[in-house]
């Protein structure tokens, strides 16, 4: 078991280093799997329990993984795939395991699905994958546990998405790129992580062709080979440390190239937050305490990320007012209140809304992370209340965030990163 335990009242300084992009580095393993000679090389690569699940994923199909931690990149030989199974014990433990199949489809004409996993939000439906795979020629056969999908070949055709899914997305654009002719893909995702996937896969030699519209025509091709890519920056990996900056009354400097926090910076920035662009450098500072109350409507991109709506209800707790959270993704992403609720915050939750009544004082507790976003929000929470708070499961955190507590700790921050029985 890891927990992490946090003393708070330190204000963050310094530079703070963004990790890759959890979101865009699971399906370029999904599209790195789809070249069938050569090494394909990611630079920048978050060193996160989900991506050494990926790494485990792709070598139980066959594929040669090599993950340089300190150098954080990969390197992925996927000329020999020799098992069309995603087996259960590995794939359930992260959700990026759904952008395997493509690869083991156009491959092996097959994939095994035992199960896919990832943060326990409400409903995770998979219809959009499965039906675009059918429309493209799949047979798809849903068992109770597990779901077979065979394909002969694929064949291009016209799909829809009810509403533009990430990784529905991806895994369409990958289905199509080696189908036979032309698809379209109407109300496509348009997070900057799936446009990062597309510069990969075009570099790659796929025609993709309207990515960040909403329509997104893939013409197919015979082969795709292996190349370098550098992943994105991760957004969601910012916006908690600019968050962090926020409620300690804390100055950091975040580097990443690129770096843009969209609405969340505005949103921030209505509760006194105040940014400064220098360069390639964003800088973060907060000298207003308590913060003003905030209103958040979560949305696809570039609405407000639902995966930083909890960091924000933290936030919200030491705003001096009521915010108002209003969460239009998932229908079971509001465990968080009741956990902060235990460190004297006041979250009231009906339904799909939430209300924050603040500034409240929070004093350090035993708490749950209830997901991986809940988890990271808890550790804000740390940071600004007195005593310590331990926070449990931390594998839930180290899911999506690199070295945390010594990224935490080289900006001021009191946190420890502890696994039981050591
Ligand atoms: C690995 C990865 O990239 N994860 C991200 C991805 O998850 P993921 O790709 O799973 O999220 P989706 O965009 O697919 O899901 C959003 C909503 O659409 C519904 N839906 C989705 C697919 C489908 O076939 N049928 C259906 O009904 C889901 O139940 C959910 O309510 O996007 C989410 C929304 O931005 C983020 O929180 C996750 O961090
Ligand atoms: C929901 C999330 O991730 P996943 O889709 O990988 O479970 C998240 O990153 O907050």
């Known amino acids: 078991m890891v927990r992490y335990r946090v003393r708070g009242g330190n204000a963050l300084r ?27 090389v990611l630079r920048n690569v978050p060193i996160i329990e989900d991506v050494r699940r990926a790494v485990e994923l792709a070598q139980a199909i066959g594929a040669y993984v090599e993950l340089h931690e300190a150098e954080r990149t990969l390197v992925i030989d996927a000329s020999r795939l020799t098992s069309p199974v995603l087996p259960a014990e590995i794939a359930r433990r992260f959700r990026g395991s759904v952008l395997f199949t493509p690869a083991l489809l156009h491959r092996l004409g097959e994939a095994i699905v035992e199960g896919v996993g990832g943060c326990n939000l409400g409903s995770r439906n998979l219809d959009f994958h499965y039906l675009g795979y059918k429309r493209l020629g799949a047979i798809v056969d849903e068992g109770e546990t597990v779901i077979h999908v065979k394909a002969a070949g694929l064949a291009g055709a016209t799909l829809y998405l009810d509403t533009p899914s990430h990784t529905g997305t991806e895994n369409l654009i990958m289905a199509a790129a080696l189908a036979k002719g032309v698809t379209v893909i109407e109300n496509a995702a348009l997070e900057p992580e799936v446009l990062d996937v597309i510069d990969m896969l075009a570099k790659m030699g796929a025609k993709i062709r309207g990515g960040g519209t909403g329509f997104i025509t893939v013409e197919g091709v015979e082969e795709l080979h292996a190349v370098e ?98 969460e239009r993704i998932f229908d079971g992403r509001f465990a968080l209140a009741g956990e902060l609720n235990k460190m004297g915050a006041d979250v009231e939750v009906e339904g799909s809304r939430a209300i924050v009544r603040g500034a409240t004082p929070l004093s350090g507790a035993h708490v749950t992370a209830h997901d991986l976003r809940s988890g990271i929000a808890l550790v804000l929470a740390g940071l600004a209340a007195k005593g310590e708070t331990v926070i449990e499961s931390g594998y839930l955190i180290d899911r999506g965030h690199a070295h945390l507590a010594e990224r935490m700790r080289a900006l001021g921050a009191d946190i420890t990163r502890e696994i039981s029985g050591r």
């Not at 310094?14 to 394909?40: D, E, H, Y």
């Open 14 to 40: 310094g530079t703070a280093f963004i990790q890759g992009a959890k979101n865009a580095v699971l399906p370029m393993i999904g599209a790195a799997l789809l070249a069938s000679k050569g090494r394909t």
């Open 229 to 326: 890519h550098t992943v994105m920056p991760d957004r969601l990996d910012a916006g908690v440390f600019a968050m962090a900056a926020a409620l300690t009354g804390g100055e950091l400097s975040l580097v990443g190239t690129g770096l843009d926090l969209g609405v969340v910076r505005y949103k921030l920035e209505q509760m006194g937050v105040e940014f400064a662009k220098q360069g390639a450098v964003l800088h973060v500072r907060c000298d207003r305490q308590p913060l003003r109350p905030i209103n958040i409507i979560t949305d696809t991109y570039p609405g407000f990320a639902t995966d930083l709506q909890s960091p924000m209800m933290t936030v919200a707790c030491l705003a001096d007012g009521v915010s108002y959270i209003h």
